[in-house]
């Protein structure tokens, strides 16, 4: 869990505030349904540069818009706004490290009733500085969860719902509280989904194998940037295709990807040590290869990176 470090200046109710007078009521229907939406995006401090790139702040804005709509949202500020108002979050905080920008659409309404038609929405963000999330060096030993992955006909999982974040924070509670790092999420069906807030990738037999969009997953943008990087630079043989529990056994890697996560090796799972038992050749390929593209070292990929200042 990352220590919160906030910036001075929170965008909230239309207009830049101090962060400690962004507040809503208890009886806002968000903080009583769970009824928002929201991002993670990290800007990237490149010493080279001497400034802040946010990556890929336009697929996260994108994908926050587009899942709107299933939560019958709307709100005055567009794409180019949301954006905007990113950016200018990190100038008026001047922090030149790594950070974190949380955008929030909510449902605003002093309302009750477990709808989401005809409640008003509200967009806030606030950001606070933010290094490694987790271990991305010697690696996780994680645990498969006996919490099942939401499933996407009952609470939609390709959106960050602030509602639904009670299915990672159990499963996650559960495998810390066992002595282990991280969880690893089930279908219902028995088949792998991913970890308690972060996609899963295996290397096995040759090939970088990751779970489908179909398989109850957040379709995560680290997610997908692995997988072009992974085609585009190291030529990696990729499938996405269902993964059974004991392959997470058998294989030679496994690795988690997310905003916070970034790239982060698994040493074990459920207690069975994977290869050597430290960080394979595969995932510290990527991982440093990641690590070039969001600090705008990765010509192809620069468009990826914003600068804030």
């Not at 806002?28 to 990237?44: K, Q, V």
């Not at 698994?266 to 430290?278: A, K, P, Q």
């Not at 070292?297 to 990176?305: A, D, G, L, M, S």
Request: charged share 20%; net charge negative; aromatic share 10%.
């Amino acid at each position: 869990m990352a220590a919160m470090n906030p910036g001075p200046i929170a965008y909230f109710e239309g207009a830049y505030v101090p962060a400690e007078e962004a507040k809503i009521s208890v009886m806002t229907h968000a903080f009583n349904y769970g009824t928002g939406i929201f991002e993670g995006i990290r800007g990237y401090y490149s010493a080279e540069d001497d400034n802040v790139f946010v990556f890929r702040l336009t697929e996260h804005v994108d994908r926050m818009m587009r899942n709107s709509n299933v939560m019958c949202m709307e709100i005055p500020e567009d794409r180019a706004a949301i954006e905007t108002i990113c950016l200018e979050l990190i100038r008026r905080s001047g922090f030149k490290e790594g950070v974190y920008l949380r955008p929030i659409i909510y449902k605003s309404d002093l309302s009750l009733g477990p709808t989401v038609k005809g409640v008003t929405s509200k967009l806030c963000c606030y950001l606070i500085k933010l290094g490694e999330y987790c271990d991305i060096t010697s690696g996780l030993n994680v645990a498969v969860t006996s919490w099942r992955r939401l499933s996407d006909n009952a609470i939609p999982t390709r959106l960050k719902s602030t509602g639904s974040y009670i299915n990672s924070s159990l499963a996650a509670s559960e495998a810390k509280m066992a002595g282990f790092d991280e969880a690893v999420f089930l279908r219902e069906d028995g088949s792998v989904a991913e970890g308690s807030a972060m996609n899963l990738f295996i290397v096995h037999q040759g090939q970088l194998i990751t779970t489908p969009v179909s398989s109850d997953i957040l379709v995560g943008i680290t997610r997908n940037t692995i997988l072009q990087i992974a085609r585009e630079k190291l030529h990696l043989d990729v499938v996405e295709r269902p993964i059974a529990r004991t392959e997470l056994y058998v294989c030679d890697e496994m690795f988690f990807t997310g905003t916070g996560a970034q790239v982060a090796p698994v040493r074990s799972v459920d207690r069975r040590v994977l290869g050597e038992g430290r960080p394979g050749p595969v995932t510290l390929q990527l991982q440093s290869l990641y690590f070039d593209v969001v600090q705008g070292k990765v010509p192809e990929y620069r468009h990826w990176c914003t600068p804030a200042y």
